[in-house]
């Protein structure tokens, strides 16, 4: 049963609906969370924001173009300026699967700004002094507000994630210059490879992380063009001519943000590509990502049965039954994060190309996911970065004692005595389970070593000039 007087009687075009009394949101809005109750997920911060900026700066824009009376102008705006300050949250509640190309959000916000601006003016709840359709959509559709809302709620939290990106490539800058002395074993495929300084590989991870910020610098430009004053399909219709122009200096003056007319309103709304290409771009951030985590992973096995080249920041207890263990588990959650991200890309690009003609009605989850993209990505790479990277040590001691064994610093006598010769130092050399410069200087003593290219024999003073100082062949050149 429900309690008496809980509810209160709305009508829409397709009848009557019961709305809970106090919700400021109403028959659209409850149609919706009647008919998708689907994942409980309710509409990121981002989109609310983006969608009550469109609503002010309409209202404002339809008075000074003379279509919308002054009080109500301002009651909208007023109402407005609330819902972007996060006072009516709340009030939002249709999940994230639902009608197709957001006609729900659309009228959730709506009618959540019709109903508080009819607050404003003295009026009651679902009284609608202010018209959720006539006024607070004056001039617009859910095709092209959508659109827009998708790249203002982008736009919004773009400077937190770049801070988040720069600030993690800067802490691994700086470990890169902390541990540019630490001399130890190169690998590629897994397997031992030419000297390399730990500086060196912390270096080249920072320089990836700053340039995969620069590519979601440049995707985000595109999300500065907007198409709203299209409405229904890119024509105009129901918009006075000079309404997409005052829109977007509104809403450039009113957030901050400096944004630019759509050069073709019916290509801003048949086409998500730009919303796909900053999709692609934090994806590609976190591939990067997923690839440092494993590194760190690999770097910091062990301890006594693993590589053990950095110490990573104990957090947390590592086990619930093994006394003692340490787990990466920072570096275990970043992987985690991006493989969430990557997957909610997925779901960008699959409903990017499902568009169809004027319109692409899988707008919802395209915004769902952007937003969650870039939550995830802004939350684990600040722990990432404060709980792991600027806490990282190494362990000068395990690296060199790992690269006094490597057999493939042999590399460095090809100029001497050519890749064959080396190739069969190293058998030797790990056949027997010794040093390759022993083998080499023991081979050169009793002659059996020839330059490549003239007809006299190896010294062994050649074999240690060249093997002696293991640094210099992490810094190019011909050492031999």
């Not at 700053?210 to 907007?226: F, H, N, Q, V």
């Not at 129901?238 to 957030?255: E, G, R, T």
């Not at 994060?337 to 169809?356: K, R």
């Amino acid at each position: 049963m429900k309690p008496p007087n809980s509810y209160r009687n709305e009508m829409d075009s397709m009848g009557v609906v019961e709305v809970p009394r106090e919700a400021l949101w109403g028959a659209q809005t409850q149609r919706a969370v009647i008919n998708f109750p689907i994942s409980g997920l309710r509409p990121w911060r981002a989109f609310i924001w983006a969608m009550a900026a469109i609503k002010t700066s309409a209202a404002n824009v339809n008075h000074e173009l003379g279509l919308l009376d002054k009080d109500i102008a301002s009651a909208i705006s007023q109402a407005g300026l609330e819902t972007m300050d996060g006072k009516w949250d709340d009030h939002f509640v249709v999940d994230p699967f639902q009608a197709g190309a957001g006609t729900s959000h659309n009228m959730n916000a709506n009618e959540v700004i019709a109903n508080r601006a009819t607050q404003i003016l003295g009026g009651k709840l679902g009284e609608y002094l202010v018209h959720p359709n006539d006024h607070v959509n004056m001039a617009q559709s859910t095709n092209d507000t959508i659109p827009t809302a998708i790249r203002l709620g982008c736009l919004w939290r773009l400077d937190e994630l770049l801070g988040v990106v720069e600030a993690l490539s800067a802490a691994l800058a700086d470990k890169a210059e902390e541990f540019d002395n630490v001399v130890k074993s190169g690998r590629t495929h897994l397997q031992d490879a030419v000297p390399v300084r730990l500086g060196q590989e912390f270096s080249a991870y920072a320089l990836a992380v700053k340039r995969d910020a620069e590519r979601i610098r440049r995707s985000a430009e595109g999300l500065k063009r907007l198409g709203i004053g299209g409405t229904a399909a890119g024509s105009g219709l129901n918009a006075h001519p000079d309404y997409h122009a005052k829109m977007i200096n509104k809403l450039s003056k009113s957030i901050g943000l400096e944004l630019f007319t759509s050069d073709n309103l019916f290509e801003s709304m048949q086409s998500m590509a730009d919303m796909s290409d900053f999709s692609g771009t934090m994806r590609t951030l976190a591939i990067t990502m997923t690839r440092i985590a494993n590194d760190f992973r690999l770097l910091t096995s062990g301890p006594s049965t693993g590589l053990d080249e950095i110490k990573l920041p104990i957090v947390q207890p590592g086990s619930s039954i093994m006394p003692g263990k340490v787990n990466p588990v920072m570096a275990e959650m970043t992987n985690m994060a991006m493989f969430h991200v990557q997957g909610n890309d997925l779901t960008v690009s699959l409903a990017a190309q499902a568009g169809q003609l004027e319109l692409n009605v899988m707008m919802p989850i395209i915004a769902h996911n952007l937003f969650e993209m870039m939550q995830v990505l802004i939350g684990s790479l600040r722990a990432f970065s404060n709980k792991c990277v600027l806490g990282i040590e190494a362990n000068p001691v395990k690296a060199e004692a790992w690269l006094s064994k490597n057999a493939i610093v042999v590399t460095a006598l090809n100029p001497l005595i050519g890749y064959s010769a080396g190739a069969a130092l190293v058998k030797e050399a790990i056949a027997d389970n010794r040093r390759i410069s022993e083998v080499a200087v023991e081979r050169a003593e009793a002659g059996k070593l020839k330059h490549i290219h003239e007809d006299r024999p190896v010294s062994p003073e050649e074999i240690n000039a060249a093997l002696s100082d293991l640094r210099k062949l992490t810094e190019g050149g011909i050492i031999s």
